[in-house]
Protein backbone atom coordinates (compact mmCIF):
# COMPACT_ATOMS: atom_id res chain seq x y z
CA UNK A 1 0.00 0.00 0.00
CA UNK A 2 1.27 3.55 -0.75
CA UNK A 3 1.84 5.63 1.93
CA UNK A 4 2.23 9.03 2.77
CA UNK A 5 2.75 10.83 5.59
CA UNK A 6 2.56 13.99 7.28
CA UNK A 7 4.92 15.67 10.05
CA UNK A 8 1.86 17.12 12.09
CA UNK A 9 -2.31 16.87 11.54
CA UNK A 10 -2.34 19.82 13.66
CA UNK A 11 -0.40 22.97 13.43
CA UNK A 12 -1.28 26.28 15.15
CA UNK A 13 1.45 29.19 14.70
CA UNK A 14 2.02 33.00 15.11
CA UNK A 15 1.79 35.30 12.09
CA UNK A 16 5.45 35.83 10.84
CA UNK A 17 6.56 32.44 11.91
CA UNK A 18 8.97 30.51 9.48
CA UNK A 19 6.80 27.19 8.88
CA UNK A 20 7.92 23.79 8.00
CA UNK A 21 5.34 21.77 6.82
CA UNK A 22 7.05 17.69 6.08
CA UNK A 23 6.08 14.94 3.57
CA UNK A 24 7.59 11.82 3.39
CA UNK A 25 6.17 8.47 0.43
CA UNK A 26 7.24 4.98 0.64
CA UNK A 27 6.83 4.28 -2.87
CA UNK A 28 9.88 5.38 -4.63
CA UNK A 29 7.60 8.16 -6.42
CA UNK A 30 9.49 10.66 -8.52
CA UNK A 31 6.42 13.21 -8.29
CA UNK A 32 5.45 15.04 -6.00
CA UNK A 33 2.79 17.67 -5.21
CA UNK A 34 1.61 20.23 -2.40
CA UNK A 35 -1.82 21.67 -2.12
CA UNK A 36 -4.40 23.61 0.12
CA UNK A 37 -7.51 22.79 -0.28
CA UNK A 38 -10.39 25.96 1.30
CA UNK A 39 -13.98 25.75 2.01
CA UNK A 40 -15.51 26.78 -1.50
CA UNK A 41 -12.14 27.01 -3.57
CA UNK A 42 -11.14 23.20 -3.71
CA UNK A 43 -7.40 21.41 -4.10
CA UNK A 44 -5.29 24.23 -5.26
CA UNK A 45 -1.78 23.32 -6.39
CA UNK A 46 0.85 25.26 -4.80
CA UNK A 47 4.52 23.76 -6.09
CA UNK A 48 5.22 20.44 -7.24
CA UNK A 49 8.65 18.53 -7.60
CA UNK A 50 9.56 15.78 -10.57
CA UNK A 51 12.59 14.53 -9.32
CA UNK A 52 15.09 15.19 -6.27
CA UNK A 53 16.49 18.86 -5.93
CA UNK A 54 14.00 20.07 -8.75
CA UNK A 55 11.09 22.38 -8.00
CA UNK A 56 7.60 24.04 -10.13
CA UNK A 57 5.22 26.53 -9.32
CA UNK A 58 1.97 25.26 -9.52
CA UNK A 59 -1.20 27.83 -9.43
CA UNK A 60 -0.73 29.57 -6.31
CA UNK A 61 3.39 29.48 -5.11
CA UNK A 62 3.34 33.51 -3.50
CA UNK A 63 4.27 32.72 0.00
CA UNK A 64 5.67 29.83 0.12
CA UNK A 65 8.57 27.78 -1.19
CA UNK A 66 9.79 23.70 -1.43
CA UNK A 67 12.59 21.99 -0.66
CA UNK A 68 13.21 18.19 -2.29
CA UNK A 69 16.87 17.11 -1.41
CA UNK A 70 15.72 13.39 -1.31
CA UNK A 71 13.20 11.69 -3.69
CA UNK A 72 10.72 10.57 -0.80
CA UNK A 73 10.38 13.65 0.89
CA UNK A 74 8.83 16.94 0.01
CA UNK A 75 8.81 20.28 2.22
CA UNK A 76 6.94 23.22 1.97
CA UNK A 77 7.46 26.77 3.68
CA UNK A 78 6.29 29.42 4.53
CA UNK A 79 8.96 31.88 5.13
CA UNK A 80 6.62 34.33 6.86
CA UNK A 81 3.11 32.88 8.38
CA UNK A 82 0.47 35.37 7.69
CA UNK A 83 -3.69 34.73 8.65
CA UNK A 84 -4.63 34.06 4.89
CA UNK A 85 -2.36 30.93 5.02
CA UNK A 86 -4.89 28.97 7.13
CA UNK A 87 -5.79 26.39 5.22
CA UNK A 88 -5.49 22.29 5.43
CA UNK A 89 -2.28 21.43 3.19
CA UNK A 90 -2.56 18.01 1.33
CA UNK A 91 0.90 16.51 0.32
CA UNK A 92 0.71 14.00 -2.60
CA UNK A 93 2.97 11.54 -4.45
CA UNK A 94 2.65 10.03 -8.11
CA UNK A 95 4.23 7.54 -9.97
CA UNK A 96 6.14 8.95 -13.66
CA UNK A 97 6.91 7.21 -16.60
CA UNK A 98 4.09 4.53 -16.58
CA UNK A 99 0.69 5.18 -17.88
CA UNK A 100 -0.97 5.70 -14.12
CA UNK A 101 -0.38 9.29 -12.75
CA UNK A 102 -2.81 8.85 -9.70
CA UNK A 103 -2.12 11.07 -7.12
CA UNK A 104 -2.03 9.49 -3.08
CA UNK A 105 -2.61 11.81 -0.59
CA UNK A 106 -1.21 12.34 2.80
CA UNK A 107 -3.82 12.97 6.05
CA UNK A 108 -3.33 16.58 5.69
CA UNK A 109 -2.18 19.35 8.12
CA UNK A 110 -4.52 21.75 9.27
CA UNK A 111 -2.68 24.91 9.55
CA UNK A 112 -4.20 27.82 11.92
CA UNK A 113 -2.15 31.23 11.52
CA UNK A 114 -2.90 33.62 14.39
CA UNK B 1 -8.42 26.07 -21.47
CA UNK B 2 -8.52 22.50 -19.47
CA UNK B 3 -11.71 22.42 -17.19
CA UNK B 4 -13.31 19.95 -14.74
CA UNK B 5 -17.40 20.71 -13.28
CA UNK B 6 -18.44 18.47 -10.90
CA UNK B 7 -22.80 17.61 -10.42
CA UNK B 8 -24.63 18.20 -8.00
CA UNK B 9 -22.37 20.10 -5.48
CA UNK B 10 -24.47 18.64 -2.46
CA UNK B 11 -26.70 15.47 -2.44
CA UNK B 12 -28.96 14.29 -0.06
CA UNK B 13 -29.93 9.91 -0.18
CA UNK B 14 -32.18 8.23 1.71
CA UNK B 15 -30.32 4.66 2.47
CA UNK B 16 -31.00 2.43 -0.44
CA UNK B 17 -31.41 4.90 -2.51
CA UNK B 18 -29.06 4.90 -5.62
CA UNK B 19 -28.39 7.80 -7.75
CA UNK B 20 -25.39 9.05 -9.67
CA UNK B 21 -22.52 11.80 -9.76
CA UNK B 22 -21.35 13.54 -12.63
CA UNK B 23 -17.97 14.93 -13.68
CA UNK B 24 -17.77 16.93 -16.72
CA UNK B 25 -14.57 17.59 -18.19
CA UNK B 26 -12.75 19.66 -21.10
CA UNK B 27 -9.71 19.08 -22.27
CA UNK B 28 -7.26 19.06 -24.84
CA UNK B 29 -6.15 15.31 -24.78
CA UNK B 30 -7.27 12.81 -21.60
CA UNK B 31 -4.89 10.85 -20.37
CA UNK B 32 -7.05 9.08 -17.45
CA UNK B 33 -9.79 10.28 -15.09
CA UNK B 34 -9.87 9.72 -11.51
CA UNK B 35 -12.37 9.66 -8.82
CA UNK B 36 -11.57 10.11 -4.97
CA UNK B 37 -13.25 9.80 -1.53
CA UNK B 38 -12.47 12.36 0.74
CA UNK B 39 -14.22 12.22 4.54
CA UNK B 40 -14.22 15.60 6.57
CA UNK B 41 -10.87 16.39 7.83
CA UNK B 42 -8.79 13.96 5.89
CA UNK B 43 -6.68 13.67 2.47
CA UNK B 44 -8.40 12.47 -0.27
CA UNK B 45 -8.67 8.62 -1.01
CA UNK B 46 -8.00 7.20 -4.47
CA UNK B 47 -10.72 5.09 -6.02
CA UNK B 48 -10.45 4.52 -9.71
CA UNK B 49 -8.60 5.62 -12.69
CA UNK B 50 -10.34 5.56 -15.97
CA UNK B 51 -8.41 5.47 -19.27
CA UNK B 52 -10.80 5.62 -22.26
CA UNK B 53 -14.09 5.71 -23.20
CA UNK B 54 -16.22 3.39 -22.16
CA UNK B 55 -14.32 2.01 -19.73
CA UNK B 56 -15.97 0.98 -16.20
CA UNK B 57 -14.91 0.02 -12.83
CA UNK B 58 -16.22 -1.18 -9.61
CA UNK B 59 -15.53 -1.44 -5.99
CA UNK B 60 -18.29 -2.37 -3.95
CA UNK B 61 -21.39 -0.08 -4.36
CA UNK B 62 -19.46 2.38 -6.66
CA UNK B 63 -18.96 2.24 -9.99
CA UNK B 64 -17.71 4.70 -12.49
CA UNK B 65 -17.73 4.89 -16.22
CA UNK B 66 -16.84 7.48 -18.43
CA UNK B 67 -17.95 8.77 -22.11
CA UNK B 68 -15.28 11.40 -23.82
CA UNK B 69 -16.61 14.53 -22.61
CA UNK B 70 -18.10 12.92 -18.71
CA UNK B 71 -17.78 10.46 -16.05
CA UNK B 72 -20.55 9.31 -13.39
CA UNK B 73 -20.02 8.10 -10.57
CA UNK B 74 -23.39 5.34 -9.50
CA UNK B 75 -23.83 4.75 -5.80
CA UNK B 76 -25.80 1.60 -6.18
CA UNK B 77 -27.94 1.23 -2.59
CA UNK B 78 -25.66 3.44 -0.57
CA UNK B 79 -25.21 3.13 2.92
CA UNK B 80 -24.61 6.04 5.78
CA UNK B 81 -20.87 5.03 5.36
CA UNK B 82 -20.63 6.32 2.20
CA UNK B 83 -21.04 9.73 3.00
CA UNK B 84 -18.22 12.09 2.09
CA UNK B 85 -17.27 14.52 -0.42
CA UNK B 86 -16.58 12.71 -3.70
CA UNK B 87 -13.57 14.01 -6.09
CA UNK B 88 -13.11 13.97 -9.61
CA UNK B 89 -10.08 14.98 -11.48
CA UNK B 90 -8.62 14.53 -15.13
CA UNK B 91 -4.96 14.25 -16.03
CA UNK B 92 -4.64 16.03 -19.23
CA UNK B 93 -1.50 15.11 -22.33
CA UNK B 94 -0.06 18.03 -22.15
CA UNK B 95 0.49 18.63 -18.14
CA UNK B 96 2.87 16.39 -17.10
CA UNK B 97 1.91 14.48 -13.98
CA UNK B 98 -0.12 17.53 -12.83
CA UNK B 99 -4.32 16.58 -12.29
CA UNK B 100 -6.60 19.29 -12.85
CA UNK B 101 -9.68 18.52 -10.24
CA UNK B 102 -13.12 19.52 -9.97
CA UNK B 103 -14.80 21.28 -7.10
CA UNK B 104 -16.14 17.82 -6.07
CA UNK B 105 -19.69 16.57 -4.76
CA UNK B 106 -20.97 16.40 -0.46
CA UNK B 107 -22.69 12.71 -0.35
CA UNK B 108 -24.64 12.77 2.28
CA UNK B 109 -26.51 9.31 2.97
CA UNK B 110 -29.52 9.31 5.85
CA UNK B 111 -30.24 5.93 7.48
Known amino acids: DVKVTQSSRYLVKRTGEKVFLECVQD?????MFWYRQDPGLGLRLIYF???????EKGDIPEGYSVSREKKERFSLILESASTNQTSMYLC?????????????FGPGTRLTVT | EDQVTQSPEALRLQEGESSSLNCSYT??????LFWYRQDPGKGPEFLFT???AGEEKEKERLKATLTKKESFLHITAPKPEDSATYLC????????????FGQGTELSVKP
Open chain 1, 92 to 104: ASSPQGSNSYEQY
Open chain 1, 27 to 31: MDHEN
Open chain 1, 49 to 55: SYDVKMK
Open chain 2, 27 to 32: VSGLRG
Open chain 2, 50 to 52: LYS
Open chain 2, 89 to 100: AVHPYNQGGKLI
